[in-house]
């Protein structure tokens, strides 16, 4: 089993992509089971996205019926260019495909409430 396997079958956690064939896999994924995708664009050196992790884990672990991605700007920059990612923490919330809402910074509530939002309207649909 690779470790791309591996990462991609434990629910719960937050799946660092460092590929961008990492990112379609796991993006294709998500499409196919039509789960909700959020993206976390981070970045080594960034402050509040070290502040953010953590919470970010925290959901993931509580909430493994959606996909919780990690990519670093630094190092798949053509991903963040395709999202039009211009700031740290951004966080991209992709549905079947559709980018349908994004939070950005550091905002632990406003983070959260979109998750329940978009995972309650995924549930419903």
Do not use: Y
Request: proline share 3%; glycine share 4%.
């Amino acid at each position: 089993m690779t470790s791309l396997e591996m990462a991609s079958s434990e629910e719960g956690q937050v799946i660092g992509c460092h590929t961008v064939e990492e990112f379609d896999l796991q993006m294709h994924k998500g499409n196919e089971s039509k789960k909700l995708v959020v993206i976390d664009f981070t970045a080594s050196w960034c402050g509040p996205c070290r502040f953010i992790s953590p919470v970010l884990a925290e959901l993931a672990k509580k909430m493994p019926e959606i996909t919780f991605l990690k990519v670093d700007v630094d190092e798949l920059s053509s991903v963040s260019e395709d999202f039009a990612v211009e700031a740290m923490p951004t966080f991209v919330f992709v549905k079947e495909g559709s980018l349908v809402d994004r939070v950005v910074g550091a905002r632990k509530e406003e983070l959260q409430s979109k998750i329940t939002l978009h995972s309650a309207v995924a549930a419903s649909a």
